[in-house]
């Protein structure tokens, strides 16, 4: 028999900060070969078709970059609120709430037309996906409500409000009885970086200049600090003169807004128009995402590219190899599984220890009893 | 009256799978660990037992089987955040998203697939008594071992050593490392529990509820019994009351949505309004009304923080790495 | 090797070491304990004293070293072994659940399986017998310091111990409930049982113990009986040197400076189920003098710390005032902004954020009052004057650390504290609430930060002082006022104050019956 133990580092380790998330991505990729092998399927060859194929050619990249842009941008949102240590998990909820209201301009004034448009929606889809992140904010700091719970239950609320919607008053008249909305005009149509190459839209852009301006708003910026002083030790935010409740509201309005965001410039970009599903679960991957990049939003661009990979790498091994595309999800599990117990490493080292076995041996660790 | 009884009926049927994994994840959150995962253990055990269930033929088999894959699923998270001092929230919800993802994999063949479902006791002579025979003799065997497990954990937290020790852990675990007690080999045990629980509750909802898998099946019932477990402020018998209260609402709603208007006209007039008036509301916020009755409860129990406060068990949710 | 033994000794510790990374924090210590005494074990802050009992009781374990009991080699592998052997242990930072009553606390550490109410007779019985009375349906949460620390103690004998180790047991006392405590251990000795006593307070050592074993950075600097050591002997062998005396120059017209800090009828009502509600406090700190404030541990002081530095704010603007305003409805940036300035009692996670620079915990406190120089445009931080800042604060209070700008949680206590207290006293703040400013504090160190307020308070500042130890605030105090329960003395001028009245205060005598007694004094 034997068990782990943990040692306390004196000072973070520099060097598995580094390395953690290769780690753990190394060893998801072990793990995801030896479920390949049990599923009858030559590793390598379900790699080649996973990771290799989905991005080889550059509209795929652009299909790439279209998956990814939603997920950076609500992941750096969220990166926002669990460096506070304040648990939105209700972000698919603001999404979709982002992509009802941002829709309200061309669904019910099909006829407004011009350059006024697109930013009136994305402000609008900002505006719902704030609001809806306000009702927990506003739960938490009234009457000190749990808001991952408030904020999950929401969720389930945001996708049948949105299914009543898409078959109800908003269905298209003329749509054969399909449950959705009226085809978006030309100018509610965020339009494609760069058409003749793919179908990647501003959206991506947007995710970059959000993933910089957070960057610089927790690396530099007071505010940032203040972040990272009330989620690490909330006492000493306190004593610092930082309001917790501010904080509660400052970061789920933040990353509401933007997952808001990300859900208008999915509906106006990649789908141009309201459906009863509009999101693969992009609030949940999000929260992969967000710890795969280590809450850092540098980080959370390269994880938000490597997700987006498993999405596509998912619908990939469906029609090649017959497996179902269940299998992306059980990759981000796994990802997210990995890289939260690499992330033990910065703190502490591991010893294995058989329960049998002499513990005379020197074992440093901070000195913490006076 | 026969009415009433089908849906007294149908209430426990609801609320035993809320009741169980409440009732697990209650022991978890008494010994100071908060593990979200409970969407993620009760969708395995869910896949697990229809799994089982379907290849052996034996419906028992895969009520074991349920039980066993939710207490191994829930083994992935007590290494995690036991041994590795990994963050709860985080851990909690990526073993969710896991299971999601694993049960839907797992779950490919058997859709669509007819599964055999639990039978219901039967004790002749009494279970057909009047109105209390089906009530009292003639349900599952789930809910039997639901009311039993209930008043089994009840008498163990509050009334043995080895609960005490649990609660004292919850509430101070350094405390509770001081004095020499285990801390982490009790949280482990406790952890394994509730992914029981959490296994024998989507068992239920896969070989009695519904017999047959359905991806995503467990519909945010693990989320509602963590819940559920907050608004009970870590009691059982009132997570015994609220499960009953939620197994009702999730019935009324499906009852009301399934009414044909038209069956009443001959009814009185107040009533044939009275359920007119709830008709005319759309079936998605009948269908929502679960969700948000749990942010309402949620809402009027916090609002009490002295309760609340008192109740909670003070380590909850704390990493514990011991001094060595 | 066995004869070398002596039989009369109850326990034998040879060589034992730990190692803590590069911090050897016990280094070959030897230590006897005879059959039916009372050790001292001395020693400063840091000098690793806890360290060697929790190896003594199991919770660490040792790196070498060897322990023998009655005669015979052991290894203390974990408590409950110890407490097999029949080594009982009253901790410093209590082991107690609040949320449990006391009998269930008691039983949690009995491994037999009776019932808790025979447990609980069981308890009541014995603590009546040795004086300590206890109830043991009461919640621990609702219990004072003193109440817990008796816990711990019936706790401790109904295991029926050979050895009972007692870790700085009076801190969480006053002198009279010292006393008591001191007639309890002493019968204990009567009836047979050693007691290893740790302590850093020489007079209580002097009075109470049979030898003494004194440790200097974790290593063993003399055995002496300390009935023949004067108070200022074994201060020199714990410290190694003479610790410099404070130096409190007279205040000179205290009388007639203005009142910089005034609180008047503050009342607060209890935030949690455990706190303890204020009522009616009244107290102001005149320019130039340093006031002190008693009392137990658990008895408002950290509500009312919270309420004087507006990280609770109250309801009448009127009942905080600085520097002759309203100051009760600021928060506490706002009061730092007057002119004020704060040190809470718990350094890490509370005066600093333990895994965040010392540069950033500069900022923590002082990014409002130093705004201009530490935040530019835009709400961007300006790392490089904040460094530089927190350098100058680093050689002023002479910090001692590993590297240039380490993490607060590296730092030891003592060090940490410093720059706590550096972080304020830079600003030259006008008002300076300080919570147990030397708690844990070594003797060199603690000398330091106490002259340093004083020296503040000479140039014109208000200093209030809020310390469990007695000693230091007659070191440092020109009055003190005691807090029992939420409620407030008046402040004894120094000239006048004496630990007995102190004391008695500290217990919750009528504050009527301490001005009587001041009137005939």
Same mark, same amino acid.
């Given at each position: 028999m034997m068990r782990l133990e943990l040692v306390k580092r004196p000072q973070r380790s520099a060097l598995f900060s580094v390395l953690s998330p290769f780690i753990a991505f190394a060893m998801t990729m072990i793990a995801g070969a030896i479920m390949f092998a049990l599923l009858g399927v030559n590793p390598f060859n379900a790699f080649n078709v996973y990771f290799i194929q989905p991005v080889s050619e550059v509209w795929q990249l652009h299909e790439l970059a279209i998956k990814a842009a939603p997920l950076i941008l609500i992941a750096v949102g969220l990166s926002v609120c669990y460096k506070a240590n304040i648990w939105n998990i209700g972000a698919e909820g603001q999404f979709i709430l982002g992509g009802i209201f941002g829709s309200i301009v061309p669904v019910l004034f099909p006829d407004f037309e011009g350059p006024l448009v697109l930013p009136l929606m994305l402000l609008l889809g900002m505006l719902g996906g704030a609001l809806y992140a306000a009702i927990p904010a506003l739960l938490k700091t009234r009457f000190s409500t749990n808001e991952i719970l408030t904020s999950l239950m929401l969720v389930y609320v945001?996708?049948?409000?949105?299914?009543?919607?898409?078959?109800?008053?908003?269905?298209?008249?003329?749509?054969?009885?399909?449950?959705?909305?009226?085809?978006?005009?030309? !100018?509610?149509?965020?339009?494609?970086?760069?058409?003749?190459?793919?179908?990647?839209?501003?959206?991506?852009?947007?995710?970059? &200049?959000?993933?910089?301006?957070?960057?610089?708003?927790?690396s530099r910026m007071l505010k940032g600090f203040e972040v990272r002083v009330l989620g690490s030790s909330p006492r000493a935010g306190r004593f610092a003169g930082f309001g917790f409740n501010k904080m509660v509201f400052f970061t789920f309005l933040l990353s509401g807004a933007l997952a808001g965001?990300?859900?208008? !410039?999915? &509906? !106006?970009?990649?789908?141009?128009?309201?459906?009863?599903?509009? !999101?693969?679960?992009?609030?949940?991957?999000?929260?992969? &995402?967000?710890?795969?990049?280590?809450?850092?939003?540098?980080?959370? &661009?390269?994880?938000?590219?490597?997700?987006?990979?498993?999405?596509?790498?998912?619908?990939?091994?469906?029609?090649?190899?017959?497996?179902?595309?269940?299998?992306?999800?059980?990759?981000?599990?796994?990802?997210?599984?990995?890289?939260?117990?690499?992330?033990?490493?910065?703190?502490?080292?591991?010893?294995?220890?058989?329960f049998a076995a002499p513990k005379l041996e020197a074992a440093p660790k901070l000195e913490e009893a006076r | 009256m026969d009415i009433t009884v089908n849906i007294l009926l149908t209430i426990a049927t609801a609320a035993t799978p809320l009741l169980i994994a409440a009732i697990g994840e209650l022991v978890v959150e008494r010994s100071g660990v908060l593990n979200l995962g409970v969407e993620g253990m009760m969708i395995m055990g869910a896949v697990g037992g229809f799994g089982a269930g379907y290849l052996t033929g034996s419906p028992w088999i895969g009520l074991l089987a349920a039980i066993i894959v939710g207490a191994l699923f829930s083994l992935l998270f007590a290494v995690m955040t036991l041994s590795l001092a990994t963050n709860q929230v985080a851990t909690g919800l990526s073993l969710t998203l896991l299971g999601l993802g694993l049960s839907g994999m797992i779950g490919t063949s058997f859709v669509g697939q007819p599964g055999g479902r639990l039978p219901n006791l039967d004790i002749p002579g009494l279970s057909s008594t009047p109105v209390v025979g089906k009530l009292i003799f003639g349900q599952d065997p789930v809910f039997y071992i639901s009311i039993a497990l209930t008043a089994a954990v009840m008498w163990f937290l509050f009334k043995t050593r080895t609960g005490l020790t649990l609660r004292s852990i919850g509430d101070s675990h350094s405390s509770a490392h001081a004095l020499g007690i285990k801390v982490i080999r009790y949280r482990y045990l406790a952890v394994i529990f509730g992914g029981a629980c959490a296994g024998l509750a989507g068992g239920h909802l896969s070989l009695v509820y519904t017999p047959q898998w359905v991806e995503n099946m467990s519909a945010g019932r693990g989320w509602i019994a963590l819940a559920l477990v907050v608004f009970a402020s870590w009691r059982p018998w009132r997570v015994l009351a609220g499960a009953y209260i939620f197994g009702a609402i999730w019935v009324g709603q499906l009852h009301v949505q399934a009414i044909n208007l038209q069956d009443f006209v001959n009814a009185p007039w107040v009533i044939y309004q009275v359920i007119a008036f709830i008709k005319s509301f759309p079936s998605q916020l009948l269908s929502s009304l679960p969700y948000l009755a749990t942010i309402v409860v949620l809402v009027l129990i916090s609002r009490n923080k002295r309760l609340t406060m008192m109740n909670t068990p003070a380590s909850l949710g704390q990493p514990f790495v011991p001094d060595r | 090797m066995s004869a070398n033994h002596d039989r009369a000794n109850l326990l034998e510790v040879r060589g034992l070491t730990k190692i803590f990374g590069t911090l050897t924090a016990c280094d070959h210590i030897d230590l006897n304990i005879a059959k039916g005494e009372i050790h001292a074990l001395l020693g400063e802050n840091?000098?690793?004293?806890?360290?060697? =009992?929790?190896?003594?009781?199991?919770?660490?374990?040792?790196?070498?070293?060897?322990?023998?009991?009655?005669?015979?080699?052991?290894?203390?592998?974990?408590?409950?072994?110890?407490?097999? *052997?029949?080594?009982?242990?009253?901790?410093?930072?209590?082991?107690?659940?609040?949320?449990?009553?006391?009998?269930?606390?008691?039983?949690?550490?009995?491994?037999?399986?009776?019932?808790?109410?025979?447990?609980?007779?069981?308890?009541?019985?014995?603590?009546?017998?040795?004086?300590?009375?206890?109830?043991?349906?009461?919640?621990?949460?609702?219990?004072? =310091?003193?109440?817990?620390?008796?816990?711990?103690?019936?706790?401790?004998?109904?295991?029926?111990?050979?050895?009972?180790?007692?870790?700085?047991?009076?801190? =969480?006392?006053?002198?009279?409930?010292?006393?008591?405590?001191?007639?309890? *251990?002493?019968?204990?000795?009567?009836?047979?049982?050693?007691? *290893?006593?740790?302590?850093?307070?020489?007079?209580?050592?002097?009075?109470?113990?049979?030898?003494?074993?004194?440790?200097?950075?974790?290593?063993?600097?003399?055995?002496?009986?300390?009935?023949?050591?004067?108070?200022?002997? *074994?201060?020199?062998?714990m410290v190694g040197n003479e610790v410099k005396a404070v130096v409190r120059a007279p205040a000179e017209g205290i009388e007639t400076a203005p009142a910089l800090l005034e609180i008047r009828g503050l009342t607060r009502k209890p935030a949690t189920p455990f706190a303890i509600p204020l009522k009616n406090v009244n107290l102001s700190v005149r320019a130039g003098e340093v006031i002190g404030i008693a009392g137990v541990a658990g008895n408002g002081q950290g509500e009312f710390f919270e309420a004087v530095s507006g990280e609770v704010l109250q309801q009448d603007p009127g009942s905080v005032r600085i520097r002759g305003k309203d100051a009760g409805a600021l928060s506490i940036t706002g009061r730092r902004l007057m002119g004020a300035a704060f040190v809470p009692e718990e350094r890490l996670g509370h005066g600093a954020a333990p895994r965040m620079k010392l540069s950033e915990n500069l900022l923590l406190s002082r990014h409002a009052t130093d705004g201009k120089s530490f935040v530019g445009s835009g709400g961007m931080v300006k790392n490089a004057s904040v460094y530089s800042a927190a350098q100058r604060i680093i050689a002023a209070m002479d910090v001692r650390k590993s590297a240039p700008d380490p993490e607060a949680a590296a730092l030891s206590g003592g060090n940490l504290q410093k720059f706590i207290v550096g972080r304020e006293l830079d600003r030259k703040p006008s008002v300076m609430v300080v919570n147990q400013p030397t708690w844990g504090v070594d003797a060199g160190a603690a000398a330091n930060i106490r002259q340093a307020l004083i020296e503040l308070a000479r140039s014109g500042s208000a200093v209030l002082v809020i310390s469990q130890d007695l000693d230091e605030l007659f070191e440092l105090s020109d009055a003190i006022a005691v807090m029992h329960n939420g409620e407030l003395s008046a402040p004894l001028p120094i000239a006048e104050a004496t630990f007995e009245k102190i004391g008695l205060l500290m217990g919750g005598a009528e504050p009527g019956h301490a001005e009587h007694t001041m009137e005939t004094a």
């Open positions: 945001a996708r049948l409000f949105l299914d009543w919607l898409v078959r109800g008053p908003w269905r298209d008249p003329q749509g054969h009885g399909f449950p959705q909305t009226i085809q978006f005009g030309d !100018s509610a149509v965020l339009p494609e970086l760069m058409p003749d190459a793919g179908r990647a839209n501003w959206g991506f852009v947007f995710a970059l &200049v959000a993933a910089i301006a957070i960057w610089l708003m927790m965001l990300a859900g208008i !410039s999915e &509906v !106006s970009g990649a789908i141009g128009q309201l459906q009863p599903v509009i !999101s693969p679960g992009y609030g949940f991957t999000a929260i992969i &995402v967000a710890f795969l990049g280590r809450l850092n939003p540098l980080g959370i &661009v390269a994880a938000g590219l490597v997700l987006a990979l498993t999405y596509l790498g998912g619908e990939a091994v469906q029609t090649a190899l017959g497996i179902s595309d269940k299998m992306a999800q059980v990759f981000q599990g796994m990802l997210l599984f990995f890289v939260l117990g690499c992330d033990t490493l910065i703190q502490y080292r591991i010893r294995l220890v058989g | - | 840091g000098a690793g004293k806890s360290t060697l =009992v929790k190896m003594l009781f199991g919770s660490l374990e040792p790196n070498s070293g060897e322990i023998f009991w009655d005669g015979k080699a052991v290894r203390i592998t974990s408590p409950g072994v110890a407490k097999k *052997l029949g080594i009982g242990m009253v901790f410093q930072h209590f082991s107690l659940f609040e949320a449990l009553t006391a009998a269930e606390n008691i039983a949690l550490s009995l491994n037999d399986g009776s019932p808790i109410s025979t447990i609980a007779a069981k308890a009541r019985a014995l603590s009546y017998s040795y004086g300590l009375p206890l109830d043991p349906e009461s919640l621990v949460g609702d219990l004072s =310091v003193g109440e817990r620390q008796r816990i711990e103690i019936i706790r401790c004998l109904l295991q029926t111990p050979q050895l009972i180790i007692l870790d700085e047991p009076t801190s =969480v006392l006053t002198p009279q409930e010292a006393d008591k405590l001191f007639e309890t *251990l002493e019968r204990l000795r009567a009836e047979g049982k050693s007691i *290893l006593y740790i302590s850093h307070r020489l007079e209580e050592v002097k009075r109470i113990c049979d030898r003494a074993t004194v440790l200097r950075h974790g290593k063993v600097v003399g055995h002496c009986n300390p009935r023949q050591e004067t108070a200022a002997s *074994l201060a020199r062998m």
